[in-house]
């Protein structure tokens, strides 16, 4: 990757939040992305998530989240999020790529669980570069 440092320039300076309502893969996953990030925001399922949000409707530069969670799931959070803000970058964690490619149209990025870190850098520098 060519821009490297500048990604994780940028990526320095991002609120970021980030839903899993995995206890196990939420820790492992928040101890990589505490290597790119230093604000993160996180939340354990749709519905808090959503809540954190509209907290701070035009701080977060990124949200990161699982689909699959309790009280409410990831599609529903991610359309409550738009209809309050269509420019907010969301990346998607999915274990099935094409399957949730049918269904959520309007994110930046769908991302294998566990994530991959130069993918995610990959798709930083796609999501973030001027």
Same mark, same amino acid.
Request: aromatic share 6%; proline share 2%; no cysteine.
């Given at each position: 990757?060519?821009?490297?440092?500048?990604?994780?320039?940028?990526?320095?300076?991002?609120?970021?939040?980030?839903?899993?309502?995995?206890?196990?893969?939420?820790?492992?996953?928040?101890?990589?992305?505490?290597?790119?990030?230093?604000?993160?925001?996180?939340?354990?399922?749709?519905?808090?998530?959503?809540?954190?949000?509209?907290?701070?409707?035009?701080?977060? *530069?990124? =949200? $990161?989240?699982?689909?699959?969670?309790?009280?409410?799931?990831? &599609?529903?959070? @991610?359309?409550? !999020?738009?209809?309050?803000?269509? *420019?907010? =970058? $969301?990346?998607?964690?999915?274990?099935?790529?094409?399957?949730? &490619?049918?269904? @959520?149209?309007? !994110?930046?990025?769908?991302?294998?669980?566990? =994530?991959?870190?130069?993918?995610?850098?990959?798709?930083?520098?796609?999501?973030?570069?001027?």
């Amino acid at each position: 990757m060519n821009n490297l440092d500048a990604v994780l320039s940028v990526s320095k300076k991002m609120k970021v939040l980030y839903v899993e309502d995995n206890e196990v893969a939420r820790e492992s996953t928040l101890g990589l992305l505490s290597n790119i990030f230093t604000d993160i925001v996180v939340a354990v399922d749709g519905q808090e998530g959503l809540n954190e949000f509209l907290k701070d409707t035009t701080g977060y *530069n990124l =949200i $990161i989240s699982d689909i699959n969670m309790p009280n409410m799931n990831g &599609r529903e959070m @991610i359309q409550r !999020v738009r209809e309050i803000d269509e *420019n907010v =970058i $969301i990346f998607v964690l999915t274990a099935d790529i094409e399957a949730e &490619r049918k269904v @959520i149209k309007n !994110v930046n990025a769908y991302l294998h669980k566990p =994530i991959d870190f130069m993918k995610l850098l990959m798709e930083l520098e796609k999501n973030f570069s001027s």
